[in-house]
């Protein structure tokens, strides 16, 4: 499959592509090739897995998605409405996928890598149970897990009326 | 870097699913074919086609189904500094140009590229001509160093070197002398270290990016061995990101050369320090102890609390072959640690000095409030002050810092002010406006004529073969009158 062959030659090019160069690999090259190996439009392989998305302003999606895909992937791939996310497409050089996981899932995470840590500390919002979309993948036990954004400050304008009436 | 170009082919497509079907709730039917129907909704008009432009349109399209979004750019191509100011060698921070292309394609938006507002159209016409104008046109002029010898050959801004490295048509004369082995940038911010980057990275990894030709040429001629990032405070103060300080640490042939004796009391301060920061100058303190091996000729390091206060001309008198520093000391402690002369002074060797310490906006109409202290246009949450039915995104608005994500954010709080002045009345759109044909029409009499998307599209694509044929993603056109030449064919 094309995309098949796209990522896995995107994967030996990683955010720093230099010859010679050698480090771990980012998360990313484990994880997609994982995915394109799922066939997620058939929906025959895998298992559903439910996630709920909380975004911006508060508002609930619940969808199944399937195990083996990023949260990038879920959210771009069932249309999830959240203002901006993933402007770099799943390549480590932005920090808009940024997602806020319950304590008991962020604990189950696999390690992060310097350099998902090194784009997450720019994130807006960030918490102790923060996480960045493209680097998370979906696992069975996951299911039921909520992950929501920062939530967007409510009612400026109220707030400039109280700080001009001073 | 085809690989690289069918992969963002591929994730440009997933992209377009995802924004496609955010954005376009408008029933075709009832909207009517763009530009010819009076479309009685909001018209809003955007001054510059860069990120923060691109993210007001956006979220304006997405909020306001009857919304319809013109966006106004001076150069014949969009994008902004995600074309002229993004490293070639960060081809992945380029891909929100996948993004842009579905806003600039989207039924209730058009691009109008070649129209450089304050001249060939005033702000008090386009405010005529639509409900709200949102000013997102950046920060074209850079802060000066104020110190004698500034104007001297061998003396450039950062922003007109990446410019020059990176197409922009204003740069493309900038023929700096690249034949000196020592090469001083002041400031150390991401845009610094950039510069370094380029400057010392190997040319097997920049012959495959979308860097100029020219400039590709020119940088495998260089003489340049040694760069300095120079900075008036200390280590805890540095203004880079981890990923570029990670980046020059990991760069092929090259080592660190930095003072031990900067970094006194550093460790010690670790502990107290916030994650980011912490990791940060961890990094740094592994550089100073990795010192590398000697026999490596390319190097570079930071050197901290150092000012410039003279630029050194050489015996003519017409070029720079030194920099003078004064060594300072740091006063106050927190967030408002200050730099403070000690009086003594250190010169410095080189001949290609790069001042990297900010670009600057520039006031583009005189009926818009600007602040020139600040040098951004006054405003509160984005709206302009005093200035009814006028906004303002990007760095014009809260002034030149920030990564994409950043001026994203402050895009979208701009255009929810917008919707709230639009539903709170406080903007009336019930009255009705004429939009682009209007401002079209004021242009045709001035004999501006307008590039519009699908011509930035024949530009593209003419790039794309031209870079095909250098092993490159694109070669990018230098002249606007090429520009225009090929979009207007």
Excluded at chain 1, 70 to 90: H, P, Q, R, W, Y
Excluded at chain 1, 106 to 132: C, F, H, I, Q, W
Excluded at chain 2, 110 to 129: M, P
Excluded at chain 2, 253 to 278: H, Q, V, Y
Aim: proline residues 5%; hydrophobic residues 40%.
């Amino acid at each position: 499959m094309a995309f098949r062959k796209c990522v896995l030659l995107r994967s030996s090019l990683a955010p720093m592509c230099y010859p010679g160069f050698m480090r771990t690999q980012p998360r990313f090259l484990h994880t997609v090739p994982r995915l394109s190996s799922q066939s997620q439009e058939n929906g025959s392989s895998g298992s559903k897995v439910l996630v709920h998305f909380v975004n911006q302003s508060g508002v609930k999606s619940s969808v199944f998605v399937t195990e083996g895909e990023t949260l990038l992937d879920v959210v771009i791939k069932k249309n999830i409405d959240i203002s901006g996310f993933g402007a770099c497409e799943g390549t480590l050089a932005c920090s808009t996928c940024h997602l806020i996981f319950e304590e008991s899932v962020y604990d189950k995470l696999e390690p992060m890598l310097d350099e998902e840590v090194d784009m997450l500390d720019l994130a807006y919002g960030l918490t102790k149970t923060s996480r960045l979309g493209c680097q998370v993948t979906v696992e069975r036990w996951m299911d039921g897990m909520t992950v929501h954004v920062p939530q967007e400050i409510k009612d400026q304008r109220g707030k400039q009326e109280a700080v001009s009436s001073k | 870097m085809k690989m690289m170009t069918m992969v963002n082919l591929v994730r440009g497509s997933v992209m377009k699913i995802h924004g496609l079907s955010r954005v376009s709730l408008c029933v075709p039917a009832v909207c009517g074919v763009r530009g010819l129907s009076s479309t009685s909704g909001p018209k809003v008009c955007i001054v510059g086609g860069g990120p923060a432009g691109f993210y007001t349109a956006q979220q304006l399209l997405k909020a306001r189904q009857e919304a319809s979004v013109d966006i106004y750019e001076k150069l014949p191509v969009p994008f902004g500094l995600v074309r002229f100011g993004v490293a070639p060698d960060h081809p992945e921070v380029k891909n929100v140009i996948n993004t842009f292309t579905q806003t600039a394609q989207h039924e209730r938006c058009s691009f109008h590229g070649n129209v450089n507002v304050g001249k060939d159209v005033t702000i008090d016409e386009l405010r005529q001509a639509y409900h709200a104008v949102v000013l997102s046109y950046g920060a074209e002029g850079n802060r000066s160093m104020g110190i004698p010898g500034e104007g001297l050959a061998g003396v450039f801004s950062a922003k007109d070197f990446v410019g020059w490295y990176n197409g922009l048509p204003s740069n493309k004369e900038l023929h700096p002398d690249l034949g000196c082995e020592t090469a001083v940038i002041l400031g150390q911010g991401n845009v610094a270290l950039d510069v370094a980057r380029i400057l010392l990275a190997p040319l097997d990894m920049l012959k495959e990016t979308d860097i100029t030709q020219n400039a590709l040429e020119a940088l495998a001629g260089s003489k340049v061995r040694r760069v300095l990032i120079v900075g008036r405070r200390g280590p805890l103060q540095i203004a880079c990101t981890i990923k570029e300080l990670r980046e020059m640490v990991n760069l092929p042939n090259t080592r660190a050369d930095m003072l031990s004796d900067d970094f006194k009391g550093i460790a010690e301060a670790l502990k107290d320090l916030p994650r980011p920061r912490k990791r940060l100058t961890e990094l740094m303190m592994k550089a100073v102890k990795e010192k590398g091996d000697d026999k490596v000729e390319k190097c570079w390091g930071f050197r901290f609390f150092r000012s410039p206060v003279e630029v050194l001309a050489g015996a003519d008198g017409k070029r720079a072959t030194g920099i003078r520093l004064a060594l300072n000391k740091l006063e106050g402690s927190g967030e408002s640690v200050r730099a403070e002369p000690t009086g003594q002074l250190e010169d410095v060797g080189c001949g290609l000095i790069i001042s990297s310490i900010g670009y600057k906006s520039i006031p583009i109409d005189p009926a818009v409030p600007f602040d020139p202290r600040k040098a951004i246009v006054p405003n509160e949450m984005g709206r302009v002050q005093d200035t009814a039915g006028l906004y303002c995104s990007g760095w014009v608005k809260r002034g030149p810092t920030g990564v994409i994500a950043t001026t994203m954010n402050d895009s979208f709080d701009t255009a929810r002010a917008i919707i709230q002045d639009m539903e709170a009345g406080k903007l009336d759109v019930s009255v009705s406006k004429p939009g682009a044909p209007a401002i079209t029409a004021l242009l045709q009499k001035r004999d501006v004529r307008t590039v519009l998307f699908p011509q930035w599209e024949k530009i593209n694509a003419e790039e794309e073969k031209r870079g095909k044929s250098l092993g490159k993603p694109r070669e990018k056109l230098l002249d606007v009158d090429k520009m225009l030449k090929i979009a207007w064919s």
